[in-house]
């Protein structure tokens, strides 16, 4: 090993980075990107809960919306995606090979299939609803589960996308990010079933109860993996918890988004009655401007953390911990 | 350090000896002049003769200047650490494994290109990169929305000449070769220095801004200082490395949540 002075000058000790340049790049990511990333991780947790929900034969209303919802959330994707090329004529050369180590080459892929599935599972849909009687039940259950895989990659792999990178922020956040954005994508997606069937109708009343506590599962996993990334990430997580991106992140994504809904459904429970009426509605919809604000603050928090050299020397430096 | 011993012959890299740079700036012309790169917007540091400050699309050799003021001492004589900074060419590069497209490629000469009529800019391979060097240029006025980064002169290594750059430095302080040739030669350089008092040391390797899956550098650099000095990483990470278990964490995360929610859904 090579050896160097840690004391050649008083300068080099305190001013360890290069007139405080950044050292590394991030990429031009915003809004495009931002809700590609909402709608994708949305549905792809669509598409999962409808593919369960059947295989377990629950009420088929839910099977419904769940169908139709992930391939209107899928719809918008593609353009999102294809937009925000330096050279959107060329969005076809991401099919030209598959890399497994490469996010962004698997996640085009999952997108890809998950998104054929999607829109098949809303056309068996419509064709059913036409039609009103169900088309071939047992090889349609074997099918929509045979797009799982791909939906449940599509739910969370953007923070994957993110921690493979060097922005030490996303870097950091690893391994917490992508079950976090798992855990919002499947309380956005019971937001949006739960919000399809309507609120409050007497008939959904019950599958409204069970949305509800699956719902709450999701929020409390999401809560969890989001608070202990942010334990983790100790200083390097100052340009997601301080600034202008903290004013946003505090109050939408991490307390309106996530814990206002969840001690919102639990409050119900808990006074041994069930959650009705505005209680309900805020939440079945927080969590949306929730998941959406997540990925929002975490990307630009992001290109932030990319300006800190301090702190990408910090994870680079040998003592760093492993 | 030890040299490697399986490298090809074939293997081409730099040997950047910063001991001997002078400043000039004659690697960053001659790198614009033979690639035809725009010339950057001039933004004047204030502290510094730096004035392209990093790496870019349209900078793919940069000359930094870290200045060490009142070196040995209070009044003492300021000192520059001059320093021509390149594309690492790592042997395992975060680019081409980030790149989605098959657009970045290992070329048969071991260095890493990215085929400009192939990058679709999606931008992956911008924060993929340890020593933040390439870049997709979306400035509005030359801007073509695809990665650049030095090529080590792919064209003229073709005709058997050596990389622009290297032909240019006045002082032999950037040096291009065999990289078998190249690290005999830092280690040599490093033995010498160090017999004169410096605190001298190869960047570019397993234990010493190389190494956690990224392996050895093709672009080599003799330092007096900290890396971080230099804005170079002491010991970055590969960050593919981070991709298969991410995959592993999210699937069964999202097979539990995916259980939860069919417990909670199913009749009964």
Excluded at chain 1, 177 to 195: D, E, K, M, R
Excluded at chain 1, 253 to 265: C, D, K, N, S
Excluded at chain 2, 22 to 33: D, F, M, P, T, W
Excluded at chain 2, 89 to 98: F, R
Aim: net charge neutral.
């Amino acid at each position: 090993m090579e050896e160097y002075s840690d004391t050649r000058t008083a300068t080099s000790q305190v001013q360890d980075t290069y007139y405080g340049l950044p050292a590394v790049r991030a990429p031009h990511w915003r809004w495009l990107v931002i809700f590609y990333f909402f709608f994708g991780g949305v549905a792809g947790a669509t598409y999962t809960i409808g593919a369960v929900a059947e295989a377990v034969s629950a009420d088929r209303r839910v099977v419904r919306a769940a169908r139709y919802l992930a391939a209107a959330a899928f719809l918008p994707c593609p353009p999102l995606l294809i937009l925000d090329l330096g050279r959107p004529e060329r969005a076809l050369n991401m099919f030209r090979i598959l890399k497994l180590k490469s996010p962004m080459s698997l996640g085009s892929w999952a997108l890809f299939f998950a998104g054929g599935f999607a829109t098949l599972g809303a056309g068996l849909q419509l064709a059913e609803d036409l039609l009103k009687r169900d088309l071939l039940p047992g090889p349609r259950r074997l099918v929509m589960l045979a797009g799982v895989p791909f939906s449940i990659f599509l739910s969370g792999y953007t923070g994957i996308l993110l921690a493979a990178t060097n922005i030490p922020l996303w870097w950091r956040s690893f391994p917490f990010l992508s079950p976090t954005f798992v855990g919002s994508a499947y309380s956005a997606s019971l937001c949006a079933i739960t919000l399809f069937l309507g609120l409050d109708r007497e008939e959904t009343r019950d599958t409204g109860r069970r949305l509800a506590r699956a719902e709450s599962i999701c929020l409390a996993a999401e809560l969890t993996f989001l608070t202990t990334a942010l334990v983790r990430l100790g200083a390097i997580g100052r340009p997601l918890r301080t600034g202008k991106i903290g004013l946003i992140f505090w109050p939408v994504t991490y307390v309106g988004g996530i814990l206002v809904p969840l001690l919102l459904q639990l409050s119900g429970p808990a006074r041994g009655k069930e959650v009705t009426g505005p209680r309900r509605t805020a939440a079945a919809m927080l969590p949306l401007i929730g998941s959406l604000s997540l990925r929002a603050v975490m990307i630009f928090a992001g290109r932030e953390s990319a300006n800190r050299p301090e702190d990408y020397f910090a994870m680079t430096s040998r003592a760093a911990e492993r | 350090m030890t040299i490697t011993e399986d490298v090809p012959h074939t293997s081409k890299g730099f040997f950047t000896d910063t001991s001997v740079c002078i400043g000039c700036k004659a690697c960053e012309v001659a790198c614009k002049q033979w690639n035809q790169l725009p010339m950057d917007d001039l933004v004047w540091m204030g502290s510094s003769y730096d004035n392209t400050h990093h790496l870019s699309s349209t900078t793919w050799r940069h000359v930094s200047f870290a200045e060490l003021p009142g070196a040995g001492g209070a009044g003492g004589q300021t000192n520059w650490l001059m320093m021509s900074d390149v594309c690492k060419h790592c042997q395992h590069a975060g680019c081409l494994e980030a790149c989605p497209t098959g657009a970045i490629i290992r070329t048969e000469f071991d260095t890493v290109v990215v085929q400009q009529d192939v990058c679709n800019g999606c931008n992956y391979c911008v924060p993929a990169c340890p020593y933040g060097v390439i870049e997709v240029n979306m400035t509005a006025s030359t801007g073509d929305g695809k990665a650049h980064k030095c090529t080590l002169c792919y064209d003229r290594l073709k005709d058997g000449l050596e990389p622009a750059c290297a032909k240019a430095c006045p002082t032999d302080s950037i040096q291009f070769g065999d990289i078998g040739d190249l690290q005999e030669r830092a280690q040599q350089r490093v033995e010498d220095l160090r017999q004169k008092g410096l605190d001298a040391y190869i960047y570019g390797t397993e234990d010493m801004g190389g190494g956690q899956g990224i392996g050895n550098l093709g672009a080599q650099f003799l330092l007096l200082d900290k890396p971080q000095r230099y804005n170079l990483p002491e010991h970055p990470t590969l960050p593919q490395n981070r991709t298969l278990p991410g995959v592993l964490v999210m699937t069964v995360t999202a097979l539990a949540l995916s259980l939860a929610t069919a417990w909670s859904l199913r009749k009964g």
